[in-house]
T-cell receptor
Framework: GQNIDQPTEMTATEGAIVQINCTYQ??????LFWYQQHAGEAPTFLSY??LDGLEEKGRFSSFLSRSKGYSYLLLKELQMKDSASYLC??????????WGAGTKLIIKP | GAVVSQHPSRVICKSGTSVKIECRSL??????MFWYRQFPKQSLMLMAT?????????EQGVEKDKFLINHASLTLSTLTVTSAHPEDSSFYIC????????????FGPGTRLTVL
């Protein structure tokens, strides 16, 4: 079966760095997405990785290792507005998105 | 990035009525659109995949006669919740796939349906 695993909840301090991990087992791989979702809102795109390595975009970076079926989202200089759920999703061989359950990130002052 | 609109953003209706939700890709043509439902504090649940010009593909457990999907054009898909009941109250989100360059899915802002 297809499976995406990510922690249910994480807590971090304002100004700090947090890493949200995602492991996947899917039928085929055509890329991995990270989305941010605030409560009551639709997800918004953060990053896309299809090749191994680190993609940096401002305060957010995303890493992919295809051989390990592993990705992480790194958030630096955390701000209170970063409190949200972070969803990991993999595009499988049929170009369907397989979603993780999301990681709720709580930022404390 | 590409823009997907969804209308209405919020709807409150009486039990037994039907509600139509529109999803539009504003600046790209989407051959495939997706409809999700999300209950409070839960992850997205894919309901169906909507392909332009053909019948939608429904996920297991989703009643196709209750959730009617019409993908009339490359920029418009509609979801009609027929004879809505309180248990259908949820956050409905559509997304549209832009095949170029990365098959990214862009999400609409969502529709919050409350059935009284």
């Amino acid at each position: 079966g297809q499976n995406i695993d990510q922690p249910t909840e994480m807590t971090a301090t304002e100004g700090a760095i947090v890493q949200i991990n995602c492991t996947y087992q899917t039928s085929g791989f055509n890329g991995l997405f990270w989305y941010q979702q605030h409560a009551g809102e639709a997800p918004t795109f953060l990053s896309y990785n299809v090749l191994d390595g680190l993609e940096e975009k401002g305060r957010f970076s995303s890493f992919l290792s295809r051989s390990k079926g592993y990705s992480y989202l790194l958030l630096k200089e955390l701000q209170m507005k970063d409190s949200a759920s972070y969803l990991c999703a993999v595009l499988d061989s049929n170009y369907q998105l397989i979603w993780g359950a999301g990681t709720k990130l709580i930022i404390k002052p | 990035g590409a823009v997907v609109s969804q209308h209405p953003s919020r709807v409150i209706c009486k039990s037994g009525t039907s509600v139509k939700i529109e999803c539009r890709s504003l600046d790209f043509q989407a051959t495939t659109m997706f409809w999700y439902r999300q209950f409070p504090k839960q992850s997205l649940m894919l309901m169906a995949t909507s392909n332009e010009g053909s019948k939608a593909t429904y996920e297991q457990g989703v009643e196709k006669d209750k959730f009617l999907i019409n993908h009339a054009s490359l920029t418009l898909s509609t979801l009609t919740v027929t004879s809505a009941h309180p248990e259908d109250s949820s956050f409905y989100i559509c997304s549209a796939r832009d095949p170029e360059p990365e098959n990214e899915q862009f999400f609409g802002p969502g529709t919050r349906l409350t059935v009284l």
